[in-house]
Structure formats: C-alpha cells, structure tokens
C-alpha cells in the first residue's frame, strides 16, 4: 500500500515542473524563430547585395567602353545642371557602336533592354552624354530619323534629335576625373551604389576604375 502511494506521487508534474518546462520551450521557440528570421535577412540582404553589384559591374563596364569608343580630344567631364554633383557627366564623339543594357527594364519603347548607340545615326558628329541626374544614370545620345537625306545638312539638323536611356536607379554618387599624371589619357570612374535590402537597410557597393583614352588623337583604331 506505502508502494502505491508513493507511485502515484512520483505520477504527474508538479507545478514548479510545469513552470520550468514552459519558460525552457519559451526560449527555445524564440531562439528558433530569431534563427528564422536572422535568416530571411540574411537571405534578403545578399540577394539586394548581389543584384546591386551586378548592376554596378554593368554599369563600369558601360562607362569603360565608352570612353574607349570614344575620339579621345572630344571628351568632356561636367556635370548635368548645378543641381547635380560635379564631375558627374561625361559626353563625348563615338566612333564605334556602344552597346547599352538598361537594368531599369525594357527601354525607349523598343521592346528591349539592350540599345544599340552608334555613329551610323550620327553623320553631325553630335556628342554622346552618360551623366547622373538624382539617383539615376542616363545615356542620351544623338538620333536620326531614318530616311533622312544625310546629304542635306539642313535636313540632318531638323531630323536629328536625343533619345535617353535609363541605366540604373540605384546610382548615389559618380566622379569621373582625369588621372593628374596622365593627363588626358587617364580617366579614374569613382561610382557608389545603393539599393534597400531587408527591413529597409541599405546596401552599398563602392567601384573605381581607371580607363585608359585609347583614341586619343584620332577616331581611328588605338591612335595613341
């Protein structure tokens, strides 16, 4: 009989138990669900991370082609109006086609993401510009409508307008200069981007690059 009693007591929890085992499931559920979400931050913000240096390499690539596309005496460092920062524009002559992909989507209603800016819709030699306005970087380049007499000068200026393209949206900040010790045949392309990951935390990735002029006295192949 004193055995029976003594298992029925040892039968069940008590309420400290009870207790103890509810804060140890407690922390536990919490523990896992900060792994959770540490993990969709994560999983978040390398995704932004990834996208955004993406689109920063394409957008050097871009720059570095065409300043070595471009007639070297023709290029010109600026900026788009007072509102923009200093040295953030850059135009000059092309004289091979430059091959332009948006990251912003399709673009200028031609059903593509990639734009194709040459010389053949240039006969005036009018400038190519690349330049930051806000948090975007734009081409605008020199277009001729097709058909145009490109005999008749006068019909080349009243045919030949700018389109522009968008290239990225994520752009905080670009510095294009010539390098001092070489002048003229160095460009250093400073550019900072940034793009809201998780949570609305900012991801940035910081590129530079210098790009040697390679037609710097001619339009033809590598003058210099």
Excluded at 156 to 165: E, L, M
Aim: proline letters at 2%; one cysteine or more.
């Amino acid at each position: 009989m004193r055995k029976l009693q003594l298992l029925k007591k040892k039968i069940g929890w008590t309420l400290l138990e009870l207790m103890m085992t509810s804060i140890l499931l407690g922390a536990l559920g919490y523990g896992t669900l900060l792994m959770f979400r540490d993990g969709i931050k994560l999983w978040h913000n390398s995704s932004a991370r990834l996208a955004l240096y993406s689109e920063a390499r394409l957008t050097m690539l871009l720059l570095t082609k065409f300043i070595h596309n471009c007639q070297g005496s023709t290029i010109r460092i600026s900026r788009y109006n007072n509102n923009q920062p200093a040295q953030s524009l850059i135009s000059g002559i092309l004289t091979e086609p430059l091959y332009v992909k948006t990251t912003t989507g399709y673009c200028c209603g031609s059903g593509s993401d990639v734009i194709t800016v040459g010389t053949a819709n240039n006969p005036n030699k009018n400038h190519t510009y690349i330049y930051q306005q806000n948090n975007k970087l734009i081409v605008a380049y020199p277009y001729l409508t097709p058909g145009t007499d490109i005999r008749d000068k006068n019909a080349v200026d009243a045919n030949t307008y700018y389109k522009y393209i968008t290239i990225t949206a994520n752009l905080e900040s670009l510095i294009i200069t010539y390098d001092d010790s070489r002048r003229d045949k160095i460009i250093l392309v400073s550019a900072r981007f940034v793009k809201t990951g998780f949570q609305n935390q900012l991801q940035r990735i910081n590129l530079k690059q210098a790009v040697a002029v390679k037609r710097l006295h001619s339009s033809g192949y590598y003058a210099n």
